[in-house]
Each structure stands twice: as structure tokens, then as C-alpha cells.
């Protein structure tokens, strides 16, 4: 007992030790960088153009540990100049300055955030209102945009540096090969009979790793790269895995006349896959798996699509899939699709919508105010009011009480402070060291907002009186928790449940979309990133809904609406493998005729209505046992949805 008891605190205690020493690390390496930015810019160009620094050092913690395309850094720094200069015309002219804050956050919320990277927006929109906070003369404007492109560069260099060290450990062929192995041995476990929820697991983990990298690879801009291809079908591949292993049937071991061990040849295939480099290998591999698909013969079921399913899939990733990259030459995607993919996201039910709305108006609202006002520090309100303002609505609520509690406190300490530190370089020395405190706090802490606020302060302390200074703070903090406050409860507010609401639809609609690209797929070839596109989609927003689920303090309706999210996935799973018989060449004329009428009436009614369904009476009519296998179970799982 004692020897489990003294491992299990040494495991508590490195664990601890490693998640500190990282938080450490990062601060003082952000810290390191704001140092450097600030004394440069300070020498060169002078402290009035410093408000540039803190979107930059933003912007480097959100990359510091990815590792991402070398073209990512001129994009950063042509999209920070470009921002500077939005940043000054929004100062000219009051309409302007309406305008411009309007549009701007708006587009930048809609084209970088979602709910599953809430926060990706945060450092260009802080670069945008932090830059308009002081109105500038042009030729002061003219050294800004100079200051800008420095600092910019300087963050390009520095992320070059991280993304270097990063490759070092980061192999993304190693990734994808354990993947494919992490894969096979589960299948080798499946075919010696185990049943373990740890099997399932394990799958859904790399299934929601590849759904997320399938989305961040996304651009409104730009296709998919050859790596982004392969992520989504990756994602494919362990969704139908998942599925099998949720499936009710299977698990109960229903299926019992189905040969297991036909999971061995699949896993063995898988293996080939993942040691295949050479064009001449992969030949191999793909002859090998067209042999497997004539010679195993399984019964009606579950097994049977995920076998052939599977087995198609790898063939497409050994063979590279020509047919479906012949379009990825093109590097941007057509101005068509590119406002089609903005149009879909101007719904009032989104997530990104909402959000975008309500940083518009607080934008709007306290950027006229500060400039029309003219008051010392005016420009405090708007950076409060965006600090304040967050994504998510309970977030925000816990700013709105830590944030004036860590400012009343940081003016105390700066208070106190200044009466000790009062050369212009011991300031310097004791900012430098607080806004490295602030990259070690939790955001939007209380403690956090001490720092800052003693940061502030003590910079202002340069220049007015440090009494003022506080006034100031505190009655801007204020008027912006109050403006914040108003916005989030009348604007398209963004509650937990609101969310889950809109994520339910969310969820119905793809499914509807889902009908509809299987009648494209009757009639022509259709990329697969599409229907990539949807699984990830599906799947990131079920996860989200899920949790939320989980969370309801009352059982029964947790229990409802677990089972509800549980059939509607049900659902998306045989579409996907009815969509999959239609790509892969399985079905007859007859049944892709008949498929066409079921689809056309579950395209427009998502779930059959119980009697009178023509849908449901033309299954009858399908030949494809595997077609009317999954379609049955689709009727199956949409009507138990109408009976909850």
C-alpha cells in the first residue's frame, strides 16, 4: 500500500513538475520576446509605438508549438500591415471608425474562429483595435506602419525558429504510420473476440485527432494540400471503424455467424499500407487488396460494409487517388465557392455569427466613444471592453468579475510601487517583469489582471499622475463591464444551452446536406474532401453537443438527450455507407434508380414519418443486400428519434 501510495505522488508530483516547468518556459519566452520587441521599437522608433507588441506576442503563443507551412508567414505579415492600415483609417473620421469596426472583427471572427478554435480570431482583431487607439498624424502613421513590419518580421523569425525546433520531434508520416498500426492492433484484438470499451476508445481518440486536423486544414481561401487529403481520408477510415465498434449488434455479438478473423486480413492489409513507400509497392498493396475483396465472402451485416469499406478506402491511399486529386493543382479555390463557404456561415443559429455580432457592436460602441470623446486613456475603454468580451458567454461573465477585482487590486500595488520605483529604467525593469507574470496566469484570472493593471499604470506613471492614472482605470473598466454586460445579454447572446440548440440543428442539417451529395454521386464523381468535409463537420459539432449532454444536471433529460445525439450519429453513419456504395461502383442501375427516389424523400425528411413513408416501402425494392442493410437501419434509428 505504501509503495502504490508513494508512486502514485511521485507520478503526481513529475506530471506536476513537467506542466510547470512548461508554463514557466512559455511565459519567460513570451516575456523574453515582449522585452525585445519593446526595447527595440522603444530605441528606434520611440514608446509611442509600442501598442503593436502585445498582438504580436499573441499571435506567437497561438503558434509556438504547431507546426505549420512556411507560407504562413508572409500571410501573418502582410495581414498585420494590411490591419495597420485598416487600423488608421478607422481613426480619420468618426463614420469611418463605425464602419471599419463593424466589418472588420466581423470578417475576421466569421473566417478564423469556430467553436472548435473559438479563439483563433484574437490576435489579428487585437492588432486591429489596439492600433486604432490613438489617433495618428500620417507621418506618425507612416513610422507605425514601419513599426508593424518590424515587429513582424521579428515574430516571422522567431516562429521560423520554434517551427525548426519543432520539426525535431514532429514526423507526420511517424503519425500517420502509428496511426494505421494503433488501428491494426485493435482489429487483431476484435478478431480474437475482445470487446473492451478501451478498443472503442482508443479508435474515437484518433478519429477526433484527424477530424480536427482535417478542419484546421481547412481555408475559405485555399484547397487542400496533398497532407490535408490525406488527413480526411484518415478520418474516414477510423469513423467506419468507430461505428463498427458502437455498433449494437456487434457488441452484443448478434452477428455471431460472421467470421471474425477476417479482422486479421484486414489488419494485416492495414500493415502493408503503413510499410508501402515506393510507387512499385503500393502496386502491390492495391492488387493484394483487390484480391481480398474477391476472395472473402461475408454474410449480410455490419462486418460486411466495414470490411469492403474499409479495404476501398486503403486503396485509395495507396493508390494516391488520382482521379480525386486531379483537382488540387489549383492552389485558391474559385471566387464562387470561396463567397458560397462565407454565405453558409451567416446563419443566426452559428456559433461564429453570433460571437461576430456582438465584438461588432462593443466595437463599434466603445471605439466611436474613445474617439469622440478625447479624454486621456479614452482609448481603455475599447481594450477593456474587447478583453472582456469572449466567445464563450460564461467566460465573459467571469471576466466581468475577476477583471475589475484584479484592477482595483493592481492599483493598489502600482500605488505602492510607484513611490519606490521612479526612474524612468527601473519602471521599465519592473513592467518587463509583470507583463512576464501575466503570460504565467490563468487568461482572464484576477491575478492576471493585477499584473496588467500594474503594468499599465506604472507606464502611465512616465507620464501623468499615478492617482489620475488610477481614477481612469477603474472608471473605464467599469463603463466597459457595463456596455459588455448589456451586449451579451440583448445581442445574439451565446448561452451553453443556445449553443447545444443550435448544434442539434447543426447536426440534423448536415445529415439533410449528406441526402443531397448522395444524389450528386449518382449522377457524377464528386471529390472526397466533401464528404470529408461533412464527417469532420458532423463529428466535431457531435462532440460538442455530446458534452454538453453529459453535463445536464437532470438524468432523465441528460438520458433523452444522450440517446437523441446517439441515433442522429446512427443516422450520419449509414448515409456515409450508402454514400460509400455509391462511390465505390457496388450498386446496379436499378438500385441507383431507386436509391435516387429513397434519397430525394429523406433529403427533404430527415426522418421518415412512422406510416405512409414512400421511402421506407421502396427499401423493399433495393437488390444490394449491403444497400438495404444500411438503409433499414437508418429507418430504425430515424424512427426511434421520432419516438423520444
Known amino acids: 500500500m505504501r509503495t502504490e501510495a508513494l508512486t502514485r505522488f511521485r507520478s503526481r508530483g513529475t506530471t506536476w513538475a513537467h506542466e510547470t516547468y512548461g508554463k514557466v518556459s512559455d511565459a519567460l519566452t513570451s516575456g523574453l520576446l515582449y522585452t525585445v520587441l519593446f526595447a527595440t521599437i522603444a530605441w528606434l522608433f520611440g514608446t509611442s509605438h509600442v501598442m503593436i507588441i502585445s498582438p504580436i506576442v499573441v499571435i506567437f503563443r497561438g503558434k509556438r508549438r504547431k507546426y505549420f507551412s512556411l507560407a504562413l508567414i508572409p500571410r501573418i505579415i502582410v495581414t498585420l500591415l494590411v490591419l495597420n492600415i485598416l487600423a488608421y483609417i478607422a481613426t480619420l473620421h468618426v463614420i469611418l471608425c463605425i464602419i471599419l469596426n463593424a466589418i472588420v472583427p466581423f470578417l475576421l471572427v466569421m473566417v478564423q474562429a469556430s467553436q472548435f478554435a473559438p479563439k483563433a480570431y484574437f490576435g489579428y482583431v487585437m492588432t486591429f483595435v489596439f492600433l486604432e487607439l490613438r489617433p495618428l498624424a500620417f507621418d506618425e502613421f507612416l513610422v507605425q506602419l514601419a513599426v508593424t513590419a518590424f515587429a513582424a518580421c521579428v515574430l516571422g523569425i522567431v516562429l521560423l525558429i520554434m517551427r525548426w525546433q519543432n520539426g ?6 511517424a503519425e500517420l504510420a502509428d496511426s494505421l498500426e494503433t488501428l491494426a492492433t485493435v482489429l487483431d484484438r476484435l478478431a480474437e473476440g475482445e470487446r473492451s470499451r478501451d478498443l472503442a476508445q482508443e479508435v474515437t481518440k484518433l478519429e477526433r485527432a484527424f477530424d480536427l486536423m482535417c478542419f484546421n486544414s481547412r481555408s475559405l481561401f485555399r484547397r487542400p494540400d496533398r497532407a490535408g487529403l490525406r488527413y480526411y481520408l484518415y478520418a474516414t477510415l477510423f469513423q467506419r471503424a468507430v461505428y463498427l465498434l458502437s455498433d449494437t449488434a456487434w457488441q452484443q455479438g448478434d452477428e455471431s455467424d460472421v467470421d471474425v478473423s477476417a479482422l486479421h486480413d484486414i489488419a494485416t492489409m492495414i500493415r502493408q499500407v503503413k510499410d508501402a513507400r515506393t510507387p512499385e509497392e503500393h502496386a502491390v498493396v492495391r492488387r493484394c487488396l483487390l484480391m481480398l475483396l474477391d476472395m472473402v465472402d461475408l454474410p449480410e451485416g455490419r462486418i460486411r460494409i466495414f470490411f469492403r469499406s474499409l479495404l476501398h478506402m486503403l486503396m485509395i491511399i495507396v493508390s494516391g487517388a488520382p482521379e480525386r486529386r486531379r483537382h488540387l493543382s489549383w492552389r485558391f479555390e474559385p471566387l464562387r465557392d470561396i463567397v458560397e463557404g462565407f454565405t453558409r456561415g451567416i446563419d443566426p443559429d452559428t456559433f461564429e455569427f453570433r460571437f461576430a455580432m456582438r465584438l461588432s457592436v462593443v466595437m463599434v460602441t466603445t471605439c466611436t466613444i474613445s474617439l469622440l470623446w478625447g479624454v486621456d486613456h479614452a482609448y481603455w475603454l475599447p481594450l477593456n471592453a474587447f478583453l472582456l468580451l469572449m466567445p464563450s458567454y460564461e467566460e465573459s461573465s467571469h471576466r466581468m468579475r475577476t477583471r475589475p477585482l484584479g484592477t482595483a487590486i493592481g492599483c493598489v500595488v ?17 513592467c518587463m517583469i509583470m507583463i512576464t507574470l501575466v503570460y504565467c496566469c490563468a487568461p482572464g484570472s484576477w491575478i492576471q489582471a493585477i499584473y496588467s493593471t500594474s503594468f499599465a499604470l506604472m507606464m502611465c506613471s512616465l507620464t501623468m499622475p499615478e492617482t489620475t492614472a488610477m481614477a481612469l482605470r477603474m472608471f473605464f473598466v467599469a463603463l466597459a463591464v457595463v456596455i459588455v454586460v448589456a451586449v451579451n445579454r440583448w445581442v445574439l447572446p451565446s448561452r451553453k444551452d443556445r449553443i447545444y440548440q443550435a448544434n442539434r440543428r447543426q447536426l440534423y442539417e448536415i445529415n439533410r446536406t449528406y441526402w443531397e451529395f448522395v444524389l450528386e454521386s449518382i449522377d457524377r464523381h ?8 461533412m464527417l469532420s463537420d458532423f463529428h466535431l459539432v457531435y462532440e460538442e453537443a455530446y458534452a454538453y449532454a453529459q453535463s445536464l444536471d437532470d438524468e432523465r433529460m441528460r438520458e433523452h438527450e444522450r440517446r437523441y445525439l446517439v441515433r442522429l450519429w446512427h443516422m450520419f453513419a449509414e448515409v456515409e455507407q450508402v454514400e460509400y456504395l455509391v462511390q465505390s461502383g457496388e450498386l446496379s442501375d436499378a438500385d441507383l434508380g431507386v436509391l435516387r427516389h429513397i434519397a430525394e424523400r429523406l433529403h427533404d425528411k430527415v426522418v421518415p414519418a412512422q406510416t405512409g413513408c414512400l421511402a421506407i416501402d421502396l427499401i423493399n425494392d433495393v437488390e444490394s443486400i449491403d444497400l438495404r442493410y444500411a438503409l433499414t437501419h437508418y429507418v430504425e434509428n430515424g424512427q426511434s428519434i421520432a419516438l423520444l
Open 414 to 430: 502600482a500605488y505602492v510601487v510607484s513611490h519606490v520605483v521612479r526612474e524612468p529604467l527601473e519602471v521599465y525593469v519592473f
Open 168 to 173: 525535431a520531434s514532429h514526423d507526420p508520416e
Open 526 to 533: 464528386v471529390e472526397i474532401r466533401r464528404s470529408a468535409d
